[in-house]
């Protein structure tokens, strides 16, 4: 059972209008007519949109009479609409990768995965797989079953094929399908797996609902597949007005990690070494949304919010430790390359040179090229921007933005040489 509400049932029709690609109301509404009248009268498109306007908004209730005609046009059942996406059933009896997501059983997916005309592996009219429809439905069992049976998955094996912008243009992890399409068939989706990184952000917060923490790890859950394609020397990687990829997803799965048990933050908190796709050492990393799992925690005023953020402040002191170590030693050789100079300044920009910062994505990269075999140091620091009421935790918040003033003081430094 479920109660109707006014409110979340226009949130959800606009939500569903967006995802299905109606431009706006306006446009939804066009459709509306186009289908209850068979034509489109210019003079009723005002009416209609403001209709449409108001029940989205909240402000006004759906018709009987309008219902089907929703339903039909967002590809989701009547009962769909009146809960508010919170009790789903199928919107037609013929089988479709629509129907089959919402299915629990096990043998009708076997037979569908199967068919011979590939309707597994295709987009549908919406412009969605079954996948698409196995998240929304959050069915979780099916997923499971799918990558259990290696039909489908989102990390490959192939760490060549892990590649990511800081723009979001482009992020892959390698996922695939190993369902093949037959002849004459398209198979849409082994390339909507392996460009839609969304979908293994939805799949993480359905496994996090369902409280299974291991696939978590399965999933990479704590890297993006830019980790693997960044380069000490940052600059051929990222601009200023970078940020790290943003969607409703992450930020749902993000907030989400804030309310696990402290088993799954320790592995979200936890540094952790990859095999990046350049030829360098391997470097370690923190989780990239680690700052902004804290900020939920201090928001929602959580318990166990000290803890990490003590560990974030430990990680960030770690870093700035071994690149002042690193910059010493650079300053060492260069002061007897250039012993002859007699300049400071010089020696300092010298092993500065390749010191890159970028606290919109929290990246810090150094190369120290004063060695034939140049030493090459990248990794992230955690920051925070939320606030508490509890002095002791904004101590601890203090204490943490504080620690990566550092990384500023050599970016300042930097540009203060440049002009030398």
Excluded at 4 to 29: C, N, P, W
Excluded at 182 to 193: I, S, W
Aim: charge should be negative; proline fraction near 4%.
């Amino acid at each position: 059972m479920f109660t109707v509400d006014k409110t979340a049932m226009g949130h959800y029709i606009k939500d569903l209008i967006y995802e299905r690609q109606f431009k706006s109301a306006r446009q939804f509404g066009i459709e509306y007519l186009k289908l209850r009248y068979g034509s489109v009268d210019e003079d009723a498109i005002p009416n209609i949109q403001n209709r449409i306007s108001q029940i989205i908004n909240g402000n006004k209730w759906i018709q009987l009479e309008d219902l089907p005609i929703f339903a039909e046009l967002l590809g989701v059942s009547v009962e769909d609409i009146i809960s508010a996406g919170t009790s789903s059933t199928p919107s037609t009896s013929h089988i479709t990768n629509y129907s089959i997501a919402y299915s629990d059983d096990p043998n009708v997916w076997e037979t569908h995965i199967h068919r011979p005309d590939n309707l597994f592996l295709n987009l549908d009219e919406y412009n969605k797989t079954i996948i698409d429809y196995a998240l929304e439905a959050g069915n979780y069992a099916l997923l499971k079953y799918l990558m259990d049976k290696d039909y489908i998955w989102f990390i490959g094996d192939d760490k060549k094929e892990y590649f990511g912008t800081f723009n979001d243009s482009y992020s892959y992890f390698g996922a695939g399908t190993s369902i093949k399409a037959q002849r004459g068939y398209c198979g849409d989706l082994d390339t909507r797996l392996k460009t839609e990184s969304d979908l293994r952000f939805k799949l993480m917060l359905l496994a996090i609902k369902n409280k299974d923490f291991d696939t978590l790890t399965n999933l990479h859950a704590r890297e993006i597949p830019q980790l693997y394609s960044i380069h000490p020397i940052l600059g051929i990687h990222i601009k200023k007005d970078y940020t790290l990829p943003k969607s409703k997803s992450i930020d749902q799965f993000v907030k989400s990690i804030a309310s696990c048990p402290n088993t799954v933050l320790n592995y979200f908190f936890e540094p952790f070494k990859i095999n990046p796709n350049f030829d360098y050492s391997e470097p370690t990393f923190i989780f990239p949304y680690a700052g902004e799992v804290l900020d939920h925690m201090i928001k929602q005023n959580k318990k166990n919010t000290s803890i990490y953020i003590k560990k974030a402040i430990q990680w960030n002191k770690e870093v700035i430790n071994q690149l002042k170590e690193l910059i010493d030693k650079s300053v060492v050789n260069y002061k007897k390359i250039y012993d002859y100079l007699q300049d400071e300044d010089y020696v300092r920009k010298a092993a500065l040179e390749y010191y890159y910062y970028f606290p919109n994505v929290g990246f810090v990269g150094y190369t120290d090229t004063s060695e034939k075999s140049s030493k090459r140091f990248i990794t992230n620091i955690v920051q925070v921007t939320a606030k508490s009421p509890n002095q002791e935790l904004q101590s601890l918040i203090d204490e943490l933005n504080a620690s990566h003033k550092p990384l500023e003081a050599f970016l300042q430094e930097q540009k203060k040489l440049d002009k030398h």
